[in-house]
């Protein structure tokens, strides 16, 4: 690939180029600023890559996602999470004897501390689980002092282990503190997926059986979350790691990130926004028209997405796995109703068809979600339990490239010069 050259006033600078396994190419521009006194102006880093990832791919434009070389499509079909957790981590797929060890070591981690429980009941109840999450997360690391340093391998792999056992039962508990209900324990008998469930739904005064309908939704729905790039969750993770923070602290800062209603806060806010037009009974046509007046904030939820100008191959899984969950336990919801009929009607429409805005992974998954018997306030957290080992591959990539540097960007400075002090008299 031929270096790229940048031309300003008389002075003149070659960047090296380097081209990504896929063909992507990107321009070094390392020397920019020492070289020519400039730097790169690129808001919401729509045309800027950090540093070289291996960790999962995406062609936007062909609406392709990739975990370590594999589809996503073939992974959601056919692996389990944990298995998944283990290839985005390592970068292979475990074989036998290493997936079951690795499970051993998730499944020996699965209890928090009994004195953890307090913290629980130190929020309000009516605290949204996505705060608690991230508290809870960041608290974590002051029960683990000897495995905190980022530098120690073997450290951070326990760690990350910690995290992957511990999440389930940590969103479970403040489930349960949140409706009044006794906490339940893990159970290492059962499954990641299984597992989490029944600390969820399960009651110590009745025997509970996770349904295998449910529990296959929830594994393929963990799969589809848990990585996608360098998004605004991930790049949070690698910056606060990049200062040397250790991984609780990083994970918990993607956790915050993960919230806003602009990333996956999206899944709460599109079931908000589908109860509100059945509630409402507004028509989609309607509903469609205000998403595109520049003048009403409204944004179709759910719809769009930086990088995928073509469906995002998530979403295509999950409304066929929406569709199917219904049918298999018998719920008619009136709410994928409005989705399929707001899909069809968006992607018919000039103003979405010309910005390539496509349903993203938020769309349908609200609705298996509900149909699961989770409160909408937890779709969040549900996506950061899946994120989470995208997350610890993302953080552990930078912690082990020797070639990392703290995250600190530039910035092009627009307010006053220089000025002098004036007293508050005189103001
Ligand atoms: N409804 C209506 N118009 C939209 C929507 C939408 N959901 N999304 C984008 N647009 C329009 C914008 O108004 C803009 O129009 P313009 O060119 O006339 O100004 C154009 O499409 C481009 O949109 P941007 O906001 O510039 O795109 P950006 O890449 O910055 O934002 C985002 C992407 C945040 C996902 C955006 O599409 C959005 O707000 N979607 C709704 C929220 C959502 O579903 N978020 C989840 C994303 S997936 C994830 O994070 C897990």
Not at 32 to 43: F, H, I
Not at 174 to 191: A, E, I, R
Not at 261 to 280: D, F, K, R, W
Not at 292 to 321: E, T
Request: charge should be negative; hydrophobic fraction near 40%; proline fraction near 5%.
């Amino acid at each position: 690939m031929p270096d790229a050259v940048i031309r300003h006033g008389d002075k003149e600078l070659t960047l090296p180029t380097y081209v990504g396994t896929e063909g992507e190419t990107a321009v070094d521009i390392g020397k920019l600023r020492t070289e020519m006194g400039m730097v790169t102006l690129d808001k919401g880093f729509g045309n800027t890559a950090e540093g070289h990832s291996t960790v999962s791919y995406i062609d936007g434009e062909s609406g392709i996602l990739r975990y370590r070389g594999y589809s996503i499509e073939q992974l959601a079909e056919s692996a389990t999470f944990l298995e998944v957790a283990y290839l985005l981590q390592y970068g292979e797929l475990p074989n036998k004897a290493e997936l079951e060890s690795y499970v051993e070591a998730i499944t020996l981690h699965t209890l928090l501390r009994e004195d953890v429980k307090h913290l629980f009941e130190a929020f309000p109840n009516t605290a949204h689980p996505m705060q608690i999450l991230a508290s809870a997360t960041s608290a974590l690391a002051t029960y683990y002092p000897d495995a905190l340093d980022p530098l120690d391998a073997d450290a951070v792999d326990i760690s990350s282990r910690r995290l992957i056992a511990k999440t389930p039962t940590m969103i479970a508990w403040s489930y349960k503190y949140s409706v009044h209900q006794p906490y339940v324990y893990p159970d290492n008998d059962l499954d990641y997926s299984s597992n989490f469930l029944k600390m969820m739904f399960s009651v110590p005064a009745e025997d509970y059986a996770p349904d295998p309908v449910l529990t296959n939704a929830l594994n393929m729905l963990l799969i589809l979350h848990a990585d996608h790039g360098q998004n605004c969750s991930a790049s949070a993770v690698r910056l606060v790691g990049s200062g040397h923070a250790n991984i609780f602290s990083s994970v918990a800062a993607g956790i915050h990130a993960l919230s806003g209603p602009l990333h996956g806060g999206a899944n709460q806010a599109v079931l908000e926004m589908l109860e509100g037009i059945y509630a409402s009974g507004e028509d989609i046509d309607t509903v469609v028209k205000r998403a595109k007046d520049k003048s009403d904030p409204f944004r179709l939820m759910g719809f769009g997405h930086r990088v995928y100008k073509n469906f995002d191959p998530r979403a295509r899984i999950i409304k066929k796995a929406a569709e199917d969950v219904l049918d298999a336990l018998g719920v008619d919801d009136p709410l994928l109703d409005i989705a399929l009929r707001l899909e069809e009607v968006a992607l018919s429409d000039e103003y979405f068809v010309e910005r390539n805005l496509y349903p993203n992974v938020d769309f349908y998954s609200g609705i298996i979600y509900r149909a699961m018997g989770f409160p909408t306030d937890m779709f969040t957290v549900l996506f950061a339990l899946g994120r989470l080992p995208g997350w610890l591959a993302q953080w552990r990539e930078l912690a082990a490239d020797p070639s990392t540097r703290i995250f600190r960007p530039r910035q092009l400075y627009t307010g006053e010069p220089l000025r002098d002090y004036v007293s508050i008299e005189d103001r």
